[in-house]
């Protein structure tokens, strides 16, 4: 079963803004990450956070986790057509083996 | 470094039939994790392997099962091939044996059951 959910399931922005994607979780856990997928292909690691860290930047990419509210939000500034891509939340357990991913968010950016 | 290998990279079966899947995980890493990926459940977790031995498993049949070899190549079996498993199956390898330092995905196998 899947951890959480992810807000909105689609979005679709002009290059140049910046997407937010948000994502919930349901249970404690280790750190959380975002990994974006092109197309039905592999999926790509993005960013790390961990449990006790706040907030987190990468390059164009900034990352919140609130583990009060069990949620994280990412933040893509400046888009770029070529960050049309699945972008999911994955958590991490305290076992810290498996991944749990929410359901995804579907970002479209026109050029 | 060459990443996360996974083979073949599309697959045709027929139901009944079975199917292994082939993984070879980043050199050095140790741990492998494979994942489901369909319309209409998302991503979900199926096993996890760590020098050999299994460590986790997700909530799936036991038609579909794994090993690890000692060279870490990690290999997914299913048995008894239903329409249902038509899906995209992801292999994942980390360093470590917990998730703290992110996972490289391979680019999957897809898997057509008709």
């Known amino acids: 079963s899947q951890q959480g959910e992810e807000d909105p399931q689609a979005l679709s922005i002009q290059e140049g803004e910046n997407a937010t994607m948000n994502c919930s979780y349901k249970?404690?856990?280790?750190?959380l990450q975002w990994y974006r997928q092109n197309s039905g292909r592999g999926l790509v690691h993005l960013i790390l956070?961990?449990?006790?860290?706040r907030e987190k930047h990468s390059g164009r990419l900034r990352v919140t986790l609130d583990t009060s509210k069990k949620s994280s939000s990412l933040l893509i500034t400046a888009s770029r057509a070529a960050d049309t891509a699945s972008y999911f939340c994955a958590t991490v357990n305290n076992a810290g083996n498996m991944l749990t991913f929410g359901g995804g968010t579907r970002l479209m950016v026109k050029p | 470094k060459a990443g996360v290998t996974q083979t073949p990279r599309y697959l045709i079966k027929t139901r009944g039939q079975q199917v292994t899947l082939s993984c070879s995980p980043i050199?050095?890493?140790?741990?492998v994790s494979w994942y489901q990926q369909t319309p209409g459940q998302g991503l979900q977790f199926l096993f996890e392997?760590?020098?050999?031995?299994?460590?986790n498993k997700g909530n799936f049949p036991g038609r579909f099962s794994g090993r690890q070899f000692s060279n870490s190549r990690s290999e997914m079996n299913v048995s008894t091939l239903e329409l249902g498993d038509s899906a995209l199956y992801l292999c994942?390898?980390?360093?470590?044996?917990?998730?703290?330092?992110?996972?490289?995905f391979g680019s999957g196998t897809r898997l057509t059951v008709v």
């Open positions: 249970t404690s856990i280790n750190n």
């Open positions: 392997y760590f020098s050999e031995t299994q460590r």
């Open positions: 050199s050095g890493h140790r741990s």
């Open positions: 956070i961990r449990s006790n860290e």
């Open positions: 994942a390898s980390s360093v470590g044996s917990t998730g703290s330092y992110g996972y490289t």
